[in-house]
């Protein structure tokens, strides 16, 4: 009976460390997808005047998978507009695994009319992609995690009954 009961212990533990495993990535991601969406929401509630941008460009950046140790091309595409009888120019903080759109094609903008580079480009898929990204991933392995943390508290709940059963109190 009581090796039974060692056994039992042994498998709690573990359990207990891979829900922690499970939990504490889910929670950081989880985290982040949050800080996403908080920090596109406040750039829509700053970024209020709608002006016409073009695409001008791309700035390219080579990325390396350390997995297949090959190199892809991300691009980040480059709006002028006019505003206030002034050109601006403005890079996208979103990388783009293809051009998304064609140079010299015109796309709605919102700027902060207030002064400052803030910006966004509602047709600019990048940050939607992120989050889904995230939210699909995280969002199972964290659940994953809350069941297997659940479980384990409910079997050291179980190994504590079992003694205290056995021996009459907690030994």
């Known amino acids: ?7 039992y212990a042994w498998g709690d533990k573990v359990s207990f460390v891979i829900s922690a495993f499970m939990l504490i990535p889910s929670v950081i991601f989880l985290i982040y997808g949050f800080r996403l969406i908080a920090y596109q929401a406040d750039k829509k509630s700053r970024c209020t005047e709608k002006v016409t941008a073009h695409v001008v460009s791309y700035n390219t950046e080579q990325r390396r998978s350390h997995k297949s140790h090959t190199t892809h091309t991300v691009y980040f595409p480059v709006y002028e507009f006019e505003y206030k009888g002034i050109t601006y120019s403005c890079v996208s903080e979103f990388e783009q695994s293809d051009k998304q759109f064609e140079i010299g094609k015109e796309v709605e903008m919102y700027i902060d009319p207030e002064g400052g580079t803030s910006f966004y480009v509602p047709e600019e898929d990048g940050y939607r992609k ?11 392995l964290f659940i994953l995690g809350v069941i297997s943390l659940v479980f384990s508290i409910r079997g050291r709940i179980e190994m504590n009954r079992q003694k205290e059963e056995q021996y009459g109190g907690y030994t």
């Open 1 to 7: 009976m009581a090796k039974a009961n060692i056994k």
């Open 130 to 140: 992120k989050v889904i990204i995230i939210f699909v991933i995280d969002t199972p």
